[in-house]
């Protein structure tokens, strides 16, 4: 087993993999994008895979798009998609809200405008998006105003996370049937240029550390992501290909759901890391090494062509 | 061993005990006060204690004051201290950088005015205290401005603490020579009337997921409160009482330390809690079961006066 795993892949092994799939799950930053910028080549990756029966959809963590503007994005760098395959936490959420929480109130949401647009398109209305502003001097914390309808706690990203914000979670979370669920624990975000900023898991640590609780989460990688595009396109997991540029998310993923994995080089992951995984001999970090890695998904075109 | 800790102190132990020491630590929040209530007759025994012959220190967790602060709001509650015996994780902090770490250079503070004013008194600058506002859309946060002389990042007890802050806290500490210190890591902060909010381990957590170290902590239950006090007055240990309400806090840092330890029941920390510890099995827990327990401090009065 562990001696076919982690194996590169160029060439014929390119078609061969790609001829024992019929559906194709792509993570998108680092993998089709980087930031603004289009990975050369992934358009053609996406249109040609398109154009020969396959099922190509998109899993992304990033809670600060809807499913429409990542879509809009996708289409305006060239590829041939409509919103219905995208698959981002912000949708995702509001599924498992309605779906499998069948939650019955208002959430309390730490989190973007997009979240709140794809919670309202499932009936769920929210209270928090935006700034929180302090008013006032020797303010009374544990009295702050309450919505009294609210039934969850939900953390994505938000840039006006502030203490207003964390100390209002806990008082909501202070209910034991209050629900605690975040997008997605990645903690740090990559930009272009090699620099990082913090991302949700370091505003979700905070929200638990102080609510003593751990988050139920939506996005990879938790299953549910998978469960997501499983129920609407039934793609059978074992011709199944994940690519993405995170061990510990899109690998992750793959592994957790059965499917093929593939880790490409754009992105974060390494192949060092892989192989730390792969030689630890822990159990657990196996679900993060890859089955194969490319250097590009770009180097899929050839194949696509063949 | 185990058998004798955790024991009810009445009448003649209590006695005993006040006899078998000459030096007494006592928590502050919950032991001698509790928000803005005196705990009833704990300025009779400290004025006692004192008037005994016996040093008398005040080691607290809270960053928000300075020594004056605290010592002021003794005096007004009718405790007959200077600032010189109060040690608050604000002074603490100032001591560490300069003392321990030989600071050369200034603090990115996410912190307290308090913090501030303890570490200018000891010359250390700070840059950010207070509120750090997001100006304009889109903002670039990998690239938010940066103070080069800034040599360590240092975290209290913020309501100003803001995803800006935790973002420049992240950039500073992308530099492996930056140095990330803590007050304490207390999660939530009890008030009166059984309410929590959240304390500085929370946004503490946050800092240290996004930069992915570990904070060094000064406040209890790390010996560093003590070695201040040692350092200033040199109480032998072994006659050494300290007082507290937190197990995880004030008894477990009297064990660091090798003091005998007393819970008192005024506060946070159960009997119950106690036992758990003492029953777990766990070495590691061991440290959190006090010798003895009382109701209050009060119980010390007819002992000291008799």
Same mark, same amino acid.
């Given at each position: ?8 892949l160029s ?21 089709? @994008?980087?930031?603004? #910028?289009?990975?050369?080549?992934? +358009?053609?990756?996406?249109n ?18 809807t499913r ?8 305006? /760098? ?6 219905d ?5 912000? *949708?995702c959420l ?17 989190g ?9 398109k499932?009936?769920?209305? &929210?209270t928090?998006?935006? $700034? ?8 009374? @914390?544990?009295?702050? $105003? ?17 203490? /207003?914000?964390?100390?209002?979670? /806990?008082? *909501?979370?202070?209910? +034991? ?13 990559? !930009?272009?240029?090699?620099?990082l ?14 609510? &003593? ?12 992501m998978?469960?997501?595009?499983a129920? #609407?396109?039934? $793609? ?26 593939? !880790? ?10 892989? &192989?730390?995984? !792969? ?7 196996q679900?993060m090494?890859?089955? *194969? *890695? ?8 050839p194949?696509? #062509?063949?």
């Amino acid at each position: 087993m562990a001696v076919s795993k982690c194996s590169h892949l160029s060439g014929p092994l390119i078609k061969q993999l790609l001829d024992s799939v019929d559906n194709v799950v792509f993570d998108c930053d680092g993998v089709i @994008w980087r930031g603004k #910028q289009v990975v050369p080549g992934a +358009p053609d990756v996406i249109n040609l895979l398109k154009k020969n029966g396959n099922g190509v959809y998109f899993v992304t963590n990033n809670s600060t798009k809807t499913r429409k503007m990542c879509a809009d994005k996708l289409i305006l /760098m060239g590829f041939n998609v409509t919103e219905d395959v995208v698959f981002g936490t912000s *949708y995702c959420l509001a599924m498992y809200l309605k779906n499998v929480c069948k939650l019955d109130g208002k959430v309390y949401l730490i989190g973007s405008n997009a979240m709140k647009h794809e919670l309202e398109k499932v009936g769920i209305s &929210q209270t928090g998006v935006g $700034p929180d502003p302090i008013s006032g001097n020797d303010l009374d @914390w544990a009295n702050v $105003p309450l919505d009294p309808d609210v039934k969850a706690v939900v953390v994505g990203f938000d840039e006006h996370f502030s203490f /207003m914000k964390l100390n209002r979670a /806990m008082q *909501y979370l202070s209910n +034991p049937a209050c629900l605690l669920v975040g997008t997605n624990m990645d903690t740090r975000l990559p !930009l272009e240029g090699g620099k990082l900023v913090p991302a949700t898991g370091c505003l979700l640590k905070a929200v638990e550390t102080a609510a &003593q609780r751990q988050a139920q989460i939506v996005g990879k990688p938790s299953h549910f992501m998978f469960d997501c595009v499983a129920q #609407q396109f039934s $793609p059978g997991r074992d011709r199944c290909l994940m690519v993405g540029d995170r061990l510990d998310t899109d690998i992750q993923l793959g592994f957790n759901c059965g499917m093929k994995t593939l !880790l490409t080089l754009t992105g974060v992951g390494t192949v060092a890391d892989a &192989q730390a995984h !792969l030689e630890s001999g822990s159990q657990e970090r196996q679900g993060m090494v890859p089955d *194969y *890695y490319i250097d590009s998904i770009a180097e899929f075109i050839p194949a696509l #062509q063949g």
